[in-house]
Structure formats: C-alpha cells, structure tokens
C-alpha cells in the first residue's frame, strides 16, 4: 500500500511539473493555431450569464472539447475550442473585482503563471459550474455535476483558511488538489480491486503501477473530473466486488453500504459509471447459470440455499443498479425542471417531448450519436484512440478463442478452473470487468468522439490495466514493447499539448 502511494504521489509531481513548465516555456512560442486557445484573447472580459457571446454552438454545434463525457477538439480546428473555453464563461478579468463588503479580489487574472495551465478546455466548464453553483445553461448538463459541487465546497473551505485568495484562484486550486489527491487514491482503490478480482498482490501492484503510467495521466492532474471519478469508482467496485464475486456467507452491511455510496457518487461524477451494474448482473447470472452448466441433481438442502443466496444477489444487485443509474436520472430531472417546465409548448425545447437534455446536449452541441464522427478528417482523432482499442480488439479475441477451444462454451464461461489453466486470458472474476471494456470501446468507436476514448477506459475500465499486465509478463519481447512505447509518448506528449491549448485525448 505505502509503495503504491509513493509511486502514485511521484507521478503526479513529475506529471504537474512537466504540465506546468511546458505551459510557461512555450506561452510565447505557440504557432498560430494554438494562439487562438491562448486566455489572453478573452480573459480581460469577464462572461456573465447576462452579457454570454453568442454560442459558437449556433455556427458549429459540434467543434467543442468535452472529455468529461466523451469528446475533444476536432484536431484541426483550434478555433473552436478557444471558444468553448469562453462559452463555458470563467470569469477571470484582467481589473480585480472587490467582492462586496468583503474588500477581498473576487477574480484575478490568470492569463499567464502556474494556475493557467490548469484551466485549459473543459476545465472551463467544470470551474463555472463550480463557481455558479450548479447548471446556468443548456450546455452545461453535458458535465455532471459531482466533481463541480466537490471543488465548490473545497473552494468554500480555503476561502475560510486564505481569505485573501480570489475566488477564481481558489476554484482552481481546489480543482488541482482534489484532481491530484483522487488519483493517489484511485492507485490504491484499482490496488485493493485487483487483489479481489486477479487473486495476487503481485499482479495487483503491477496493475496499481500501470495506472499510475496510464496515457491519460494530464488529465488526472488538471481540472478534469477523471481523477475523481476513478478514485471513487475503483474503491466503489472494490467493495462490490467482495460482496458480489466472493465467496461470503455473511454479506457485510458497511461494506455493502459503503460499495452503493461510492458507486453512487462515481454515477453523480460521469455518466460512465452506470456500467458498475456489470458485478452484480454477472454474480446474479452466475448463480442462476451455474446449476444448468455443471449439470446433474442437487438436493433439497442446496437447492435452498441457491435460492436464498439468489434472493440475496437480488437485492444487492438492484440497490447497486438504483446507485448507478439515479444520478443520471437525477441530472435530467433538473434539465427538465430547468427548461420544460413554466413555459408556454410552443416555446419549450423541442427535446423536452422527445428526449432527455443530456442526450440532446451530446448529440446537438459535441456530435455524439452512431457514426456521426466518422468523417475524414477525424482520421487523426481515430489514430489517437488506435492504441486503446488495438489493447480491447486483443483481449476480445483471446477471451472468445479461449471460450471457442471449450467443449463447453457456458460452462467454460462460468468455471474458476477452466480459466486459471490458461495464462491467456485473465480469470473468471474479471469476466465482467472485460464485458464493461469492450463495451466502452465499442461505444467509443461507433458513438462519441473517438479520441476521447483513451480517458473513458484509463477511468473506467479497470480490465485494461489487467490485461497489459498479463501481456507485459507473458509477452516481454513482443506486444509488450508496444505497450511501454504508447506509455512513454502519451505521457511526454500529453502535458506538452494539453497545457498549451493543443488537441490531445
């Protein structure tokens, strides 16, 4: 554990300050696409809800970065995305504001220094919503609202500790300390995940150190959510996956209690957090599978307990399902509420009889929806994901050939020790972590913008890290080399482009 720490905590310090001197160096040596993203062209205006530019939305509904929940900046269109930071509105004006009767600066500039490396692309949107305190605009539901409502109490509490902070100041510190302590606990949750689902320690630290080389590393340190999410999601699977996938006869309430809360919060972060359904729909499918692949009789004494333990993956499956699920619900409950509701029909949104605002967000403002990215000139946005899904086309293919070579499909699926023979494939337990990944990456490639993809599984899919791990140990000489390449590119490339207002992941 300790060594998991340390190892998480020097990354982030090697990641920040690689971040932070790139966006200092390079400030005044940007070509001329990337100086349309500098803060300098719009910080001196202070965007309020009264006085917003007209949304670049308008002109082009689908050139925005939105990594929160599945896309970036079309990579030859650098425009665009300066104006996505200036409709997200962060209020940062060159003529220090006085907050009234508090005789403190409200806002400062951050046009230039440390801060300003932290608040490039949709960091502009969480820190606004952060700042208003909740959704102003149609636009902004496409961020769910648990990292913004995160930062805006530690935000609350260091206006209380330096009372002299700006309030913008404030918001990004904030957003940095929760984005950079939620990944070392993140390192520590996949830790204690893996030990449960993988069966080794070993293996376990192995994973643990992956992550904390994954290609998505810049976005684990600035004002991004993913941290958050992963540090929250990780322990909340980890605590599933004991009541779920091991073998109890007592289920441990705290640690059901705690597994629903923290997948809850995990759902309330990013909308990828629904596919925590995955461990208790596989343990529920898993009991009721597994009679008809062993076969036989049983008697009336095992039979019993098969269906009080069903009863029982019943209930835990549907209160995980609730606490994956509600804060999606809950997110376009409020856009209704927000903008469907009080108005005459003739001037409602037309998605308020038709869809949900989340889905009408994606699909008018970021492009998202089945094969509308597949354009020829998101070419190298799709070269930026190939990586991400060459590793889920590879595990795909073990798993299902292993599965194929069974004389016994179902029962090979279902089987510990059928899986545990071949050093392949990764063991049974992982079976739905794998179903999950596949499944973002599918969806990655077919749906939302593709580039984004590397940051959906570095967050959300804790079977890629397990299964680079098996190939790193089965395969030193060949894929493995692949894998230490992308790991070293991505980590160098990320914070020199990120922080500099060039398209990234």
């Not at 001197?21 to 993203?37: E, K, Y």
């Not at 050139?63 to 599945?70: A, K, L, M, T």
């Not at 993140?186 to 643990?208: K, M, Q």
């Not at 967050?459 to 140990?473: N, T």
Request: glycine share 6%; aromatic share 10%; hydrophobic share 45%.
């Amino acid at each position: 554990w300790g060594s998991v720490v340390r190892i998480a905590a020097v990354t982030r310090l090697g990641v920040l300050g690689l971040s932070i001197c790139s966006n200092l160096v390079l400030t005044d040596h940007r070509p001329t696409g990337a100086q349309l993203f500098h803060p300098s062209k719009y910080l001196d205006t202070a965007v309020t809800e009264d006085h917003a530019p007209t949304t670049v939305a308008q002109r082009h509904p689908t050139r925005h970065d939105h990594s929160g929940h599945g896309v970036a900046p079309h990579a030859t269109d650098a425009a665009d995305s300066q104006d996505n930071h200036r409709r997200a509105g962060l209020t940062e004006s060159r003529a220090t504001q006085q907050s009234e009767g508090s005789g403190r600066p409200k806002t400062t500039s951050l046009k230039v220094g440390v801060l300003a490396t932290f608040t490039r692309l949709d960091s502009a949107w969480f820190l606004k919503i952060a700042e208003q305190g909740g959704y102003t605009t149609e636009e902004s539901h496409a961020f769910y609202p648990g990292y913004p409502m995160a930062v805006s109490g530690l935000s609350a509490a260091l206006d209380r500790i330096w009372p002299g902070m700006p309030t913008n100041e404030c918001l990004v510190v904030a957003a940095v300390l929760i984005s950079n302590l939620g990944f070392v606990v993140a390192a520590t949750g996949l830790y204690s995940l893996s030990i449960t689902v993988l069966g080794s320690e070993e293996r376990g630290f192995c994973s643990a150190l992956l992550f904390c080389a994954t290609p998505a590393n810049v976005f684990m340190t600035t004002a991004y959510s993913e941290s958050f999410f992963a540090a929250t999601s990780f322990w909340g699977l980890a605590l599933a996956a004991r009541c779920c996938l091991v073998d109890n006869d007592d289920l441990d309430p705290t640690q059901f209690a705690s597994a629903a809360l923290l997948l809850f919060v995990a759902s309330a972060i990013r909308s990828i957090g629904v596919l925590s359904v995955a461990v208790p729909v596989w343990a529920m499918l898993s009991l009721i599978l597994s009679p008809l692949a062993k076969g036989g009789t049983t008697s009336g004494a095992s039979n019993l307990r098969a269906a009080s333990n069903l009863a029982a993956m019943l209930v835990v499956t549907a209160v995980f399902s609730f606490a994956a699920i509600a804060p999606s619900k809950l997110v376009e409950a409020h856009g209704y509420r927000r903008f469907c509701t009080g108005g005459t029909a003739g001037q409602l949104p037309s998605w308020c009889d038709k869809g949900t605002i989340y889905s009408h967000v994606q699909q008018t403002y970021w492009d998202v929806g089945p094969f509308m990215y597949w354009q020829l000139k998101q070419v190298p946005n799709f070269l930026l994901a190939t990586p991400a899904v060459a590793l889920c086309a590879h595990c795909a293919v073990a798993h299902l050939r292993h599965l194929w070579s069974r004389p016994a499909p179902i029962a090979a699926l279902l089987s510990a020790s059928a899986w545990r023979r071949n050093e392949t494939v990764l063991p049974v337990n992982a079976a739905p972590f794998v179903a999950a990944w596949i499944a973002v990456t599918v969806v990655g490639v077919v749906v939302i913008n593709v580039q984004v993809l590397t940051r959906l599984v570095a967050v959300g899919c804790p079977a890629a890290y397990w299964y680079a791990e098996l190939l790193l140990r089965t395969r030193p000489s060949s894929i493995a080399k692949y894998i230490r390449i992308v790991i070293v590119l991505y980590n160098v490339m990320g914070p020199l482009l990120h922080s500099n207002f060039y398209p990234w992941t």
